[in-house]
């Protein structure tokens, strides 16, 4: 039995080590509302994962970083639902009319979980054909990721919502259903720059840490990375699903150029 557990072990391994093939779909746009053209910019570079700020002031989403940065045309409807809900409309249920493929929208929760949360699915429940892929599969993924309910609260949210993994928490079967993915501070793990290559050691640590992640088949992110050419390769590499970039018309032309190649 146990030479038995040791070759599933093996296999699983030689399975996700294989060289993943690596698109725009890969990239997730790091505070996306802090380009010059919120959403749409990552959005016509196919990018597989946008992430928008909200806090809840007088009853209404706001997208911004911090507090002060708060402006009333500002608004996550404004950004993000609404371009997403007329956008995927025009497309007869997809993203993109020439893609198969779609994308999430990680929304990162600035206030208090409960009034933001009860606020946010009151606004997506009016697009089920939009925001919920058991409506629709093609649909736009929305993952919760900041301040989040505890994993027992998963269940009193709809089940179109979903939440960013947390590698300090445990997750039963259930819970673990509503994760697509996990996200990571890197500087937990290395004190790489981005520069050169990452010392072996911190480099074994970081390849378990992803190989872990993908034996639950859930993709993985890392923020407060290095967002350079050489980091980008780094992470391939390594495995790394989503790369976190504030640079998306240089990911999107060196991920293209791998593509061509």
Avoid at 122 to 150: C, M, S, W
Avoid at 171 to 180: D, T
């Amino acid at each position: 039995m146990k030479k038995v557990s040791i070759i599933i072990l093996l296999l699983i391994s030689a399975l996700f080590s294989v060289k993943a093939q690596y698109s725009t779909l890969n990239a997730h746009s790091h505070n996306d509302y802090s380009n010059d053209i919120p959403f749409w910019l990552a959005y016509y570079n196919h990018f597989g994962s946008i992430e928008a700020d909200i806090f809840l002031v007088e009853k209404e989403l706001f997208v911004a970083h911090d507090m002060p940065d708060i402006k009333p045309d500002r608004t996550l409807d404004m950004l993000y639902i609404q371009p997403i809900v007329k956008l995927v409309r025009h497309n007869e249920g997809k993203a993109w009319n020439d893609h198969t493929s779609s994308f999430q929208l990680m929304i990162e929760l600035k206030t208090a979980v409960k009034p933001t949360l009860t606020l946010l699915v009151e606004k997506l429940r009016n697009y089920p054909d939009v925001f919920d892929q058991h409506v629709n599969e093609n649909g736009i993924r929305i993952v919760i990721t900041g301040k989040q309910p505890a994993p027992s609260e998963f269940s009193n949210y709809p089940d179109f919502i979903y939440f960013d993994g947390n590698l300090n928490l445990k997750y039963n079967e259930q819970q673990l259903k509503r994760i697509p993915l996990y996200s990571a501070d890197l500087k937990r793990f290395t004190s790489w720059n981005g520069e050169g290559d990452i010392i072996e050691k911190e480099k074994v640590r970081l390849k378990h840490l992803i190989d872990s992640v993908h034996s639950l088949n859930k993709k993985i992110r890392f923020w407060n990375a290095p967002d350079v050419v050489n980091a980008w390769k780094t992470f391939m590499d390594l495995g790394v699903d989503y790369i976190n970039t504030d640079h998306i018309n240089e990911l999107s032309e060196f991920l293209n150029d791998r593509e061509k190649k």
